[in-house]
Nanobody, 122 residues
């Protein structure tokens, strides 16, 4: 079992930046691919970004390319999401997810955090 805890959400003006963190605990002897998803009010949860276990493979959804950067520190069992040039449409609850590969994270991750709210004001 792996437990994921997100932090770093908050309220920011359009054009601003936030950095989310997701710390993994529990069975971290086996490294995991990790990713970020988000869910806006009244919408389905959507994929944002994913990073492979060694950081060699990274994928983003089109709407965040060039603005968001996913990274990880395996020594700290933590994944980050640096969000720049934020827009009101980025407002959502952001969730961290983990599983054995990037494809599994994107399509059906087994481990999820509780979410952190990001609100971007216009």
């Amino acid at each position: 079992q792996v437990q994921l805890v997100e932090s770093g959400g908050g309220l920011v003006q359009a054009g601003g930046s936030l950095k989310l963190s997701c710390a993994a605990s529990g069975r971290t002897d086996t490294s995991y691919a990790m990713g970020w998803f988000r869910q806006a009010p009244g919408k389905e949860r959507e994929f944002v970004a994913v990073i492979s276990r060694n950081g060699g493979s990274i994928y983003y959804t089109e709407s965040v390319k060039g603005r968001f950067t996913i990274s990880r520190d395996n020594a700290k069992n933590t994944v980050y999401l640096q969000m720049n040039s934020l827009k009101p449409e980025d407002t959502a609850v952001y969730y961290c997810a983990a599983d054995r590969s990037t494809s599994v994270v994107r399509t059906g991750a087994n481990y999820w955090g509780q979410g952190t709210q990001v609100t971007v004001s216009s």
